[in-house]
C-alpha cells in the first residue's frame, strides 16, 4: 500500500514514456543472473525497444527507461568522457571514487555543460553506465535515482538521467610498440 507522500519519477524523464509500444516492463527480479538481464536488454534493443524498469521503495516508484552499449550491428560511438562507470562499490570517472561519494561525482558530470573537458559535455550526453550482479542491482538503482533526485532539487539547469545496464568491459591499451 502506498503512503500518502509516495511520489513517481520518471528517467531519463516523462516525455520518453509517452510512446509505449518504443519499450516493454522487464522484472529484474525474474533473471538468473546479470547476464541473463544484459542478454535481455541487448535482444530488446535489437528489435528496437527499450527496457523500462519499475523499481519502488517506501517513498517513491522509479520508472527508468534503461539501455545498454551493445544489441545493435554496431556500438555507438559516444566519447569516454561522457561515460560515468558504477558498480555496487565504486565509480569510475578519470579516477576511481567509493560509491559514498555519488553525489559529489554525478553532480560535476551533470552540471558540467562542457566546461571541463575531462567531463560530461552535457547532462543529455551522459550515461552511467552501471556494472554489478543481479543482487544488488535494484538497490544500486535505486541510490542512483535517489541521489541524482537530491542533485535536481538544488540544480537551476534542466538535468536527466540516462541509465545504462553493461557487462563489465575492459580496456586494454594496446601493447608499447617496439624499436627496430
Do not use: W
Not at 80 to 100: Q, R, V
Request: charged share 30%.
Amino acid at each position: 500500500m502506498r503512503k500518502i507522500n509516495h511520489v513517481e519519477f520518471y528517467y531519463p524523464n516523462k516525455e520518453e514514456f509517452i510512446e509505449k509500444d518504443k519499450y516493454k516492463l522487464v522484472d529484474i527480479k525474474t533473471f538468473e543472473n546479470y547476464n541473463a538481464l544484459i542478454d535481455s536488454v541487448e535482444n530488446l534493443k535489437y528489435s528496437s525497444k527499450q527496457t523500462f524498469l519499475k523499481l519502488e521503495d517506501e517513498k517513491a516508484t522509479y520508472n527508468i527507461l534503461a539501455s545498454t552499449f551493445f544489441g545493435q550491428d554496431y556500438p555507438p560511438i559516444i566519447k569516454f568522457k561522457n561515460i560515468l562507470s558504477i558498480s555496487s562499490d565504486s565509480i569510475l570517472k578519470n579516477s576511481k571514487y567509493p560509491i559514498d561519494s555519488l553525489k559529489i561525482v554525478l553532480k560535476r558530470d551533470l552540471e558540467n555543460f562542457g566546461r571541463n573537458d575531462s567531463l560530461s559535455d552535457s547532462p543529455k550526453k551522459l550515461i552511467v553506465s552501471i556494472t554489478t550482479d543481479l543482487h544488488n542491482l535494484e538497490n544500486l538503482i535505486i541510490k542512483i535515482c535517489s541521489t541524482f533526485n537530491e542533485i535536481k532539487t538544488t540544480s537551476t539547469d534542466s538535468l536527466q538521467l540516462n541509465l545504462q545496464l553493461n557487462k563489465r568491459l575492459e580496456i586494454v591499451p594496446p601493447p608499447p610498440k617496439t624499436l627496430k
